[in-house]
């Protein structure tokens, strides 16, 4: 069965002064955080999903690699955000190729794992 939860967008993601890449922020989403009655520690202490976190993170501006160091953050997310960098690729072509990149890593732990637990020669192994 096929999943078709939607799923937030990447923000775009920029160059910016400083030679980093950050996520554009949204300057509405910017001006609640910085002159609402939440900061960040607040909204950590609140309960709300993992993906509403990465985008939020997104819609402030996060630098690329200070987003790569939040516990929310999924390995999917990241390194679609990282493969658009460049912008030679979109976001849909940059979730794919993280899926594929996730799947290859699971395929090459299993290589290992499989020979090792029904006690098999790993040339043995249909592929």
């Known amino acids: 069965m096929m999943d078709n939860k939607l799923r937030h967008p990447i923000q775009p993601i920029y160059r910016d002064k400083n030679d980093h890449f950050r996520f554009k922020?949204?300057?509405i989403?910017?001006?609640l955080?910085?002159?609402?009655?939440n900061d960040m520690n607040s909204l950590a202490r609140m309960n709300f999903s993992n993906e509403d976190?990465?985008?939020?993170a997104q819609l402030i501006g996060y630098s690329l690699s200070g987003f790569s160091e939040l516990s929310y953050v999924s390995d999917e997310i990241y390194n679609a955000a990282e493969?658009?960098?460049?912008g030679e690729i979109n976001e849909k072509d940059a979730r794919i190729a993280s899926l594929e990149d996730i799947l290859n890593n699971?395929?090459?732990g299993l290589k290992i794992a499989v020979p090792a637990v029904?006690?098999?020669h790993p040339d043995d192994l249909e592929y």
């Open 118 to 120: 029904f006690k098999i």
């Open 33 to 37: 955080l910085d002159n609402g009655n």
């Open 25 to 27: 922020e949204n300057a």
């Open 29 to 31: 989403v910017r001006f």
């Open 53 to 56: 976190r990465e985008q939020f």
């Open 83 to 86: 493969l658009m960098c460049n």
């Open 106 to 108: 699971v395929r090459k």
